[in-house]
Structure formats: structure tokens, C-alpha cells
């Protein structure tokens, strides 16, 4: 960043040769001063022509921010800096005033933009519609996958599609937000799409629960059948132009949910819940959790369903591939052993986090593992992501008190006049041998949600969800009386500080549900709306009683 300093005492003699050496390197022309030239700290210059910080004589002092006196091409011209660079000189005193510690960067035409500031913002559904865009996921070329559920109806580029019920959706949008294709999980029951990934090769793999049996379909594509007994899980695998490849479908008569989906370059990850109704895993009519591997054809290399010593239930809502092995967070309820380690022993609802290593018998090992909670019913993990140093992140809601550090656990904000279940969100890291480094909570009167996280390349945190009202490091234009959800972004650094944090409001219902990171760690978050909401690029509607799926892609 060009901050400049005017060259003092350069002769009128030379001000003819100012522009000709305007952008060539200061020190190469001190030696000017055995002419009468001269030099001040950074070197010296002929004429008007001025020695700015970054060494090159400039045409003007060119000490605006987001201005530089050495782009490609335009070398000795004071010019404004198209690109998203990050400002980082600490002079620049109004730009910290204004963003804060997030920090600023360069937008077009020299301007300024604040770290959680909107790019681009996109918004799918039409009247009649109500989409939900849960799981987000990126692909080549600055594609987004979205996966989610709709009912009612949506236009689409191939007509109009009428949900069944509940439907599940998969789309790929282009980087302008136009639909590139959209796919349905269909059955007379209810399905949906949970989690989605996408590999190396653009294969997409999404997972949810299909109704009955049904099927997957596309406009672009042959239909292709998933048979189902009732309400079982599903691992469904795509190409990039979203052609089927191939679909496993898993469960019972009870009811099973695949969540959530993980991938690298050889294997997919999974975890969900079930009942097991008739099967070896069967828990009473209660929830067993399950996590495994499979090949990209969706091959079962291992497979894991938790079973408690008691008629209690476990969810898995999260999981992410850590080396050989793979991370899970959820909640339990009763008490099991997971690997060396017993875990729960309550009748209410713990967060549970373990880290399992690679396939060992068909069954992934515990290479650790626990459970946190008081007697409050209500402590769920409902995301987990792995950190560039095998750090796991982990986040959810709570009641109570929830003592990751039990010399200092966490303890909700005490709310009044509002439904039982108004709790807080929290997030927690812990080290790859499970060792806790730091845990936060965050609070307000009417309660929150938080579903997603992701961990940047330099290990920051960002977090997604909603909250009634006001939510503490999350800055809000309403007071405590609205009383609809609206979506948030937080940002935390790699040590749990607060960096930034966006709310995005309207009159109706805002939520925002997934997020993923991309080029240049730039954030991209997926949701649902209703009415009208402005994410600081453009505004949208959902007209009506309509609900609509968006993306946003935020600066880092």
C-alpha cells in the first residue's frame, strides 16, 4: 500500500525528466544527487515526480488508501487497487475506525470494504415457494451445491416443479446465481437433503432421508429409483452436470436420517441416527447415533452405531475427516462406552464430541472421546469442522451450564418470559489428542441457533445460524421486542476472539444454516428468508408467505 512522502529540493532542471522516471525504482536514481538532486528517506526523484513508500517515484504522493504507484501496467501513475487486497498498514488510521478488528480491503475503484462485508448475494425460490437451502458445499470454477428441502412449488428453467410433501433438493448454481441444474429426492412421504460435499473430481455426494420409496430426478437426467421401506437415510452420489452415479439407501421400519456428509480424495464420511427397528442396533424404541466410511462408489468400508447400556438416545449431527480417521459431534443421552472411553450417564441430553481413527475390523477405533452437560435437557453439538493444525471445532446450543473447563464452564444467560427451550450458542476447540484449548458462548434474552461451522486456512473460526433478538458480538439495527429469527456470521480467531460478526434481518423468519470457505478464505453462507433482506449488496424478496433459499459470499 502506497503511503507517500513528497522528495524535497529536487531543481526545476529536472522536473523534464520527472515523468520519464516516474515508476522506476527510487534507489536506482540517488545517484542523482552528485547532480544538485536531493534524495529524501526512500530515495530520490527528478522534478515534481515524488518517492513514495513502497520505493517507486510516483506522479502524485499517492497516499490515499486502496491507491498504489506500482500496479502491472500503470508503473509510476497513482492508481486505484481493482483487487480484494487486505489493507494492513496500521496508518491507516480511518480504516480501522471503520472496520474495525476485522480489517479493511480494497474495493472497486479505490474504495473501501470491511471484513464480513457482502460480494455477491443470491436468492432462489419463487411465489409459492418454500425452499430451504440447509447444507452448502463449493465446486469448480466458483460453482455453489446447495442442498435442502422444498414443499410447495418452485420455478425452475425446465417449468414448474409441485413438492410432493416435503422434497428434497439439489442444485448447482454458476458464480452469477444462475441455476446450472436442480435435481429432487421424490417419494409419497417426506424427504430431504441434509449435508453435501463435493470431491476433487467434481462428484457431488449429498445425504438426507427419503420418505418411502421414491426416487432422483432432473429435468437433464434419466430417473433413477431408491427403494425405501419408511423414513430411511440415504448417501446419493452425482456428477458434476448432476447425472446419477450411484445411491446407497439404509435402515428399517423405523425411522433412520443420514445428516451429514464428508470427503477427500479417497474416501466419504457419514453420520446420522436411527432406531434400527428389527435390526442387531435396535435401541428400544430410542436413537442410536451412526458413523462410517464408505469408497466414492459408496462401497461400506466401516460403519459405527452407538448403543447405550440403557433406553436412551444418541444423534449424530456432525462429522469431518481428520488424517486416516474422521471427527463426530452430536448429543447422548444414557451412558456407553465409545472405544476406552464411558461417555454419558444422564437422562438428559449432552454434547458429544470424539475423534475415531481409520477402519480397523469394519469399525473405526475411538482414539478419544466424551460427553458435557448438567441436568438440563438441552446441550447439542450440531456442527464439527477440522482446523488446518488438526484442531477440532465444535458448536451448538445449550441450557445451563456446560463444562467443557470444569473450573470455568460455560452458563447460558438467564431469559425470561420466553419459551424453555431459548438457549445460547457455543463453540469449542479442542487439540487432535482431545485436550481442550479454549470454549465460548454466546447469549441474548430470547435465545439462538447455531448449525454451521468452518475453519479458515489460518484457523479462524466462522460460525452460522439465527437468534431472536439481540445476540452478544453480533451487532443488530432491532431491539429485544422482534421477535422473528434473523441470521447471523461470526467470526472468531484462532485463539476464540470475537474478529467480526453480520446479522441479516427482515420482518419474517431469516436462517442461516450452512457455510463453507473458498478461494482467498472467503465465506460463503447458505439459508432461507422470508420478506425482504438486504445482505449489503443487493436486496431480495420472497414474496408472499413464500420462503427462499439464498447465498452469500462475505470477505474474509
Not at 104 to 131: Q, T
Not at 225 to 240: C, K, N, Q, R
Request: hydrophobic share 40%; aromatic share 8%; charged share 15%.
Amino acid at each position: 500500500m502506497a503511503l507517500g512522502r513528497r522528495a524535497a529540493g529536487a531543481r526545476a532542471r529536472w522536473a523534464m525528466f520527472a515523468t520519464a522516471l516516474a515508476g522506476v525504482s527510487c534507489s536506482t536514481v540517488t545517484g542523482l544527487d552528485d547532480f544538485s538532486v536531493v534524495a529524501d528517506a526512500c530515495g530520490g526523484c527528478p522534478g515534481d515526480a515524488v518517492c513514495v513508500d513502497n520505493g517507486i517515484c510516483c506522479d502524485t504522493p499517492c497516499d490515499d488508501a486502496c491507491h498504489a504507484c506500482d500496479l502491472p501496467g500503470r508503473e509510476g501513475t497513482c492508481s486505484p487497487i481493482e483487487a480484494l487486497v487486505a489493507v494492513t498498514d496500521e496508518s491507516d488510521a480511518s480504516c480501522l475506525d471503520t472496520c474495525g478488528k476485522g480489517g479493511c480491503f480494497c474495493g472497486p475503484d479505490g474504495g473501501r470494504l470491511c471484513s464480513g462485508d457482502s460480494l455477491a448475494s443470491h436468492s432462489v425460490g419463487s411465489a409459492g415457494s418454500l425452499l430451504v437451502a440447509d447444507a452448502i458445499a463449493l465446486a469448480a470454477e466458483g460453482d455453489v451445491v446447495l442442498g435442502g428441502t422444498l414443499s410447495g412449488v418452485l420455478e425452475t428453467a425446465d417449468g414448474m416443479v409441485v413438492a410432493q410433501g416435503n422434497d428434497g433438493v439439489l442444485m448447482k448454481l454458476g458464480s452469477d446465481g444462475a441455476p446450472r441444474w436442480t435435481a429432487f429426492v421424490v417419494s409419497p412421504g417426506n424427504d430431504s437433503v441434509t449435508d453435501v460435499a463435493v470431491a476433487g473430481n467434481g462428484r457431488i455426494f449429498a445425504t438426507g432421508t427419503i420418505g418411502a420409496t421414491g426416487s432422483y430426478a432432473c429435468v437433464t437426467c434419466s430417473k433413477t429409483e431408491m427403494v425405501a421401506v419408511v423414513s430411511d437415510g440415504f448417501v446419493l452420489a452425482v456428477g458434476p452436470q448432476g447425472s446419477h452415479a450411484t445411491h446407497i439407501v439404509f435402515g428399517s421400519t423405523g425411522f433412520e436420517r443420514a445428516n451429514a456428509v464428508a470427503v477427500d480424495a479417497g474416501r466419504v464420511a457419514i453420520a446420522g441416527w436411527g432406531q434400527w427397528t428389527g435390526t442387531a442396533a435396535e435401541g428400544d424404541g430410542s436413537y442410536n447415533a451412526f458413523f462410517g466410511e464408505l469408497t466414492r462408489d459408496l462401497v461400506p468400508v466401516a460403519f459405527n452405531v452407538l448403543q447405550p447400556f440403557d433406553a436412551a438416545s444418541q444423534f449424530a449431527e456432525g462429522v469431518a475427516i481428520h488424517g486416516d480417521g474422521l471427527v463426530m459431534a452430536g448429543e447422548a443421552r444414557g451412558t456407553m462406552t465409545v472405544g476406552r472411553a464411558q461417555i454419558g450417564g444422564g437422562q438428559s441430553h449432552d454434547v458429544m464430541v470424539g475423534r475415531f481413527g481409520g477402519p480397523a475390523d469394519a469399525v473405526n477405533p475411538a482414539i478419544w472421546a466424551g460427553s458435557w452437560g448438567d441436568t438440563r435437557d438441552l446441550q447439542y453439538a450440531h456442527a464439527i469442522a477440522v482446523a488446518p493444525d488438526g484442531d477440532v471445532v465444535v458448536a451448538g446450543r445449550f441450557l445451563g451450564e456446560l463444562p467443557f473447563a470444569a473450573d470455568e464452564p460455560l452458563v447460558a444467560t438467564e431469559k425470561t418470559g420466553v419459551d424453555a427451550s431459548a438457549a445460547d450458542v457455543f463453540v469449542a476447540r479442542f487439540r487432535a489428542d482431545g485436550g481442550l484449548r479454549w470454549s465460548r458462548s454466546f447469549g441474548g434474552p430470547l435465545g439462538a441457533y447455531l448449525w454451521g461451522a468452518a475453519v479458515d486456512s489460518a484457523g479462524n473460526t466462522i460460525v452460522v445460524g439465527s437468534t431472536y433478538a439481540e445476540l452478544q458480538g453480533v451487532p443488530s439495527a432491532i431491539d429485544t421486542a422482534h421477535k422473528s429469527l434473523d441470521a447471523f456470521v461470526l467470526k472468531l480467531s484462532p485463539s476464540g476472539q470475537r474478529l467480526w460478526g453480520r446479522r441479516f434481518e427482515s420482518a419474517g423468519a431469516d436462517e442461516a444454516r450452512d457455510v463453507a470457505i473458498g478461494e482467498a478464505d472467503h465465506i460463503f453462507v447458505s439459508g432461507s428468508f422470508q420478506g425482504n433482506v438486504d445482505f449489503g449488496d443487493q436486496a431480495h424478496t420472497a414474496g408472499g408467505s413464500s420462503t427462499h433459499a439464498f447465498v452469500v459470499e462475505l470477505l474474509p
